[in-house]
Each structure stands twice: as structure tokens, then as C-alpha cells.
């Protein structure tokens, strides 16, 4: 028979829920008392475990340890169905129905699988287990008195827990969007594995009941089903947590590099009063970055107002609706080339302050069309053939 997936296959596993479990440690420490909280918490946690203990080389390591043959069976299935009643409980505190609702539902889930625990692990020790079985103990004990119930016990107690939770989420998907519908989908996938695992173990027992032999499917096709559904679950268990934050986190870079044409431009503007402090980029929070980013670009277009001419921005925006989609585009065109000019204009005369406030000239409200536009052929024509003083219709 070829060999089952090897222990790496485990490890990567309960890797990937361990890392989610560690996501929610900063959220649990301040709110030390939400059950959904608690109940994501153990269940991660829970499948991290069972994830590293199934391997073969940790099922080795555990019976040597305890000294009792078949030991890591029934803390493997315990850790299983303990898992299998987690699961469920956080999908209950996690839907939207109500409180009174929610906490009956919560006493009986915990009840259930208290008692499922405290069966698998009373069946064992009610059980003969001889001989040492790492990868075939479902299969070769399927016969076993109180051993074969064991096993369906926890199948069984893990199965419906699925299936439950496959419906549940499946429902609920229907009414959310975007990284919370993603994210349970992914659940919807991880919990059919979960069944798929159940099945095939199920399959083979009974196989050994009517006198088969399809141990290959507990040997090799239920361990690969329980890993690729810790890795899904994983993935769909974190992205309602990271899905909105990275999100955002995407769109703050992204802002911050489409403002980089204008602040290349205009970094090095003086600013007389307004107080400018460098953040480091890799302590700094990116948003923190993105205020301090346009709050130094507004003062240095404030800085430029005296040199801003409406007549400039005026002319701009009459060459710019020529090239541009729409006026949006087209003002924000004008607004670059005014901008432009007026930089060139205070290079030209830094110590002749022109008379007067041209503040009312700036009119965009949104710096990054404005620093996008500055890649503009009516930018780069405005910068071009300008010349000082004579084309500016100020005194």
C-alpha cells in the first residue's frame, strides 16, 4: 500500500490555524468575555492541535511518552470532537438571530459535546487496543467492542457538526457581501472536506464489517481531506478579520503612490507656519502616512495661492475639455496646470510676492485626480510655453 501523506502534510496544517489563532489574541485580551470571541479561539486552536498530534511521527511520540499502546487515538478523536462541537458554536454566536435564541442553542451544543468527549475517551479505556496502530486504527479496531463505537461516536459527532455548520453558513452567505461572503464560502468548502473526511472513514469501517478491505481510504485519501480543509478553514476563518483591513491598507498605498507625482513636485515648497515632520514608513501607520502625506501637499498649495492665476487655470480648462473624457478629469487638468505655473512663477520671482490672494482659484477637493493629472499633455504644454510675467493677467 503506498504510504499516506507524511507528517510535513500535518504540520503545514496546523501551522496555518495555529497563525490564525494567534490573529485573535489581540481582540480576545480586550474583550476577554465574548463568547464568539472564546468559542473562534478554541475552535482554531482545537484544529491546530489536532492537526500536529494526527501526524504520524507526533502519534509515535505521544504512545511513547504515555506508555499506553493506541493512547494518541482516543486524545486525537477527543481533540476531534471537541473541535466538531467549537465549530458549531461559533457559527452560532457568529449568525445574527436572537440572544435568548443564541444561548440555548450555545447550553445544548456544549452539553452535546461534553458528553460526545467524555464518551470517546470512557469507550477507550472500556476497550481492548492491543497493538499499535499510527495510520490503520479505524480500520483495524473496526470490529473491537467499544472501540468501534468510539470511533463512530466521534465520526459521527463530527459529521453532524459539519453538516450542521455547512447549512448554517450556506444561509447566512446569502445575506452578506464581500469578504465575510468570501469568507464563508471558504467555510462552506473547508466543512464539505470535513464530510468527505467522515465519509470515507465510515466507508472504510464499514467495509471491514461486511469483510472488505478499503483501508486505502483511511491510509491515504481521509488525511488529505482533513489537511486541505484545515488550510481552507483557516483562509476562510481570517478573511472576514484581514479582508476589510487589507483592504483598506490597499487603498491607502495606492493613494500615497498616486500622490507621489504631486508631492515630488511640491515637497520641497516652503511653508512658512505650517509645521512639517518626517515618519518613518516602516513604523508609521500607512494611513497615518496618507494624512501627513496631504496635510504637507494642502500647505504647500496654500503656500502657492499668491502665485495662482484663475486666468492660467481658466485658459487650462478650456484646452483640457478638448482632450479630457469629462469636466472632472478636465478641472482637475486645469487645477494641475494652474499649480504648475505657479511653482515656476515663485522659482522665478521667491522674493516679489505677487498682490493679492488667489485662494478662490483652487477648486478641486480631491488631491489625487489633481496629482494624476499632472502627467497631462495640457500639463506639460502649460509648463512649456508659459513665461513670466507677461502671460499672467495679474499686476
Same mark, same amino acid.
Given at each position: 500500500?503506498?504510504?499516506?501523506?507524511?507528517?510535513?502534510?500535518?504540520?503545514?496544517?496546523?501551522?496555518?490555524?495555529?497563525?490564525?489563532?494567534?490573529?485573535? +489574541?489581540?481582540?480576545?485580551?480586550?474583550?476577554?468575555?465574548?463568547?464568539?470571541?472564546?468559542?473562534?479561539?478554541?475552535?482554531?486552536?482545537?484544529?491546530?492541535?489536532?492537526?500536529?498530534?494526527? !501526524?504520524?511521527?507526533?502519534?509515535?511520540?505521544?504512545?511513547?511518552?504515555?506508555?499506553?499502546?493506541?493512547?494518541?487515538?482516543?486524545?486525537?478523536?477527543? !481533540?476531534?470532537?471537541?473541535?466538531?462541537?467549537?465549530?458549531? *458554536?461559533?457559527?452560532?454566536? #457568529?449568525?445574527?438571530?436572537?440572544?435568548?435564541?443564541?444561548?440555548?442553542?450555545?447550553?445544548?451544543?456544549?452539553?452535546?459535546?461534553?458528553?460526545?468527549?467524555?464518551?470517546?475517551?470512557?469507550?477507550? #479505556?472500556?476497550?481492548?487496543?492491543?497493538?499499535?496502530?499510527?495510520? +490503520?486504527?479505524?480500520?483495524?479496531?473496526?470490529?473491537?467492542?467499544?472501540? /468501534?463505537?468510539?470511533?463512530?461516536?466521534? *465520526?459521527?459527532?463530527?459529521?453532524? !457538526?459539519?453538516?450542521?455548520?455547512?447549512?448554517?453558513?450556506?444561509?447566512?452567505? /446569502?445575506?452578506?457581501?464581500?469578504?465575510?461572503?468570501?469568507?464563508?464560502?471558504?467555510?462552506?468548502?473547508?466543512?464539505?472536506?470535513?464530510?468527505?473526511?467522515?465519509?470515507?472513514?465510515?466507508?472504510?469501517?464499514?467495509?471491514?464489517?461486511?469483510?472488505?478491505? +478499503?483501508?486505502? +481510504?483511511?491510509?491515504?485519501?481521509?488525511?488529505?481531506?482533513?489537511?486541505?480543509?484545515?488550510?481552507?478553514?483557516?483562509?476562510?476563518?481570517?478573511?472576514?478579520?484581514?479582508?476589510?483591513?487589507?483592504?483598506?491598507?490597499?487603498?491607502?498605498?495606492?493613494?500615497?503612490?498616486?500622490?507621489?507625482?504631486?508631492?515630488?513636485?511640491?515637497?520641497?515648497?516652503?511653508?512658512?507656519?505650517?509645521?512639517?515632520?518626517?515618519?518613518?514608513?516602516?513604523?508609521?501607520?500607512?494611513?497615518? *502616512?496618507?494624512?501627513?502625506?496631504?496635510?504637507?501637499?494642502?500647505?504647500?498649495?496654500?503656500?502657492?495661492?499668491?502665485?495662482?492665476?484663475?486666468?492660467?487655470?481658466?485658459?487650462?480648462?478650456?484646452?483640457?475639455?478638448?482632450?479630457?473624457?469629462?469636466?472632472?478629469?478636465?478641472?482637475?487638468?486645469?487645477?494641475?496646470?494652474?499649480?504648475?505655473?505657479?511653482?515656476?512663477?515663485?522659482?522665478?520671482?521667491?522674493?516679489?510676492?505677487?498682490?493679492?490672494?488667489?485662494?478662490?482659484?483652487?477648486?478641486?477637493?480631491?488631491?489625487? $485626480?489633481?496629482?494624476?493629472? *499632472?502627467?497631462?499633455?495640457?500639463?506639460?504644454?502649460?509648463?512649456?510655453?508659459? /513665461?513670466? $510675467?507677461?502671460?499672467?493677467?495679474?499686476?
Amino acid at each position: 500500500m503506498a504510504p499516506g501523506p507524511g507528517n510535513l502534510v500535518y504540520y503545514v496544517g496546523g501551522a496555518a490555524l495555529f497563525l490564525v489563532c494567534a490573529l485573535k +489574541l489581540p481582540p480576545l485580551a480586550r474583550r476577554r468575555r465574548d463568547p464568539l470571541l472564546w468559542s473562534a479561539f478554541t475552535q482554531l486552536f482545537a484544529g491546530g492541535c489536532i492537526m500536529l498530534l494526527a !501526524a504520524p511521527q507526533s502519534v509515535v511520540a505521544l504512545n511513547r511518552a504515555t506508555g499506553i499502546t493506541n493512547c494518541a487515538a482516543p486524545v486525537v478523536y477527543a !481533540a476531534l470532537t471537541a473541535y466538531s462541537g467549537a465549530s458549531l *458554536l461559533l457559527i452560532i454566536h #457568529w449568525r445574527p438571530a436572537p440572544p435568548e435564541q443564541t444561548r440555548r442553542a450555545a447550553r445544548w451544543c456544549v452539553a452535546a459535546y461534553s458528553l460526545a468527549v467524555l464518551a470517546v475517551v470512557l469507550l477507550f #479505556w472500556a476497550g481492548n487496543a492491543p497493538v499499535e496502530q499510527v495510520t +490503520l486504527f479505524d480500520s483495524y479496531y473496526a470490529g473491537t467492542p467499544f472501540i /468501534r463505537e468510539m470511533i463512530v461516536t466521534y *465520526l459521527l459527532a463530527h459529521g453532524v !457538526a459539519a453538516v450542521a455548520n455547512v447549512t448554517m453558513c450556506r444561509r447566512w452567505s /446569502r445575506e452578506v457581501h464581500g469578504s465575510l461572503r468570501t469568507g464563508l464560502h471558504l467555510l462552506v468548502a473547508a466543512y464539505l472536506l470535513h464530510v468527505g473526511y467522515d465519509v470515507t472513514r465510515l466507508v472504510a469501517v464499514g467495509a471491514r464489517w461486511a469483510g472488505h478491505d +478499503l483501508d486505502l +481510504l483511511i491510509a491515504q485519501v481521509s488525511p488529505r481531506f482533513a489537511a486541505l480543509s484545515a488550510v481552507v478553514g483557516a483562509v476562510g476563518y481570517a478573511l472576514p478579520l484581514l479582508g476589510p483591513r487589507t483592504a483598506r491598507t490597499v487603498q491607502v498605498v495606492r493613494q500615497l503612490r498616486q500622490l507621489s507625482p504631486l508631492w515630488r513636485l511640491l515637497r520641497d515648497v516652503p511653508t512658512p507656519g505650517a509645521a512639517r515632520s518626517a515618519l518613518p514608513w516602516w513604523r508609521t501607520p500607512w494611513a497615518m *502616512l496618507l494624512m501627513s502625506r496631504k496635510t504637507a501637499l494642502y500647505d504647500a498649495i496654500l503656500a502657492l495661492a499668491p502665485y495662482c492665476d484663475p486666468a492660467v487655470r481658466d485658459a487650462a480648462y478650456r484646452t483640457a475639455l478638448s482632450h479630457c473624457p469629462d469636466e472632472d478629469s478636465a478641472a482637475a487638468s486645469a487645477d494641475a496646470a494652474m499649480i504648475v505655473v505657479a511653482l515656476d512663477r515663485q522659482h522665478a520671482h521667491p522674493d516679489r510676492m505677487p498682490g493679492g490672494a488667489a485662494s478662490s482659484a483652487w477648486r478641486s477637493g480631491d488631491l489625487v $485626480p489633481v496629482s494624476l493629472a *499632472l502627467a497631462s499633455p495640457v500639463v506639460r504644454t502649460f509648463r512649456e510655453h508659459h /513665461r513670466f $510675467p507677461a502671460e499672467s493677467s495679474r499686476p
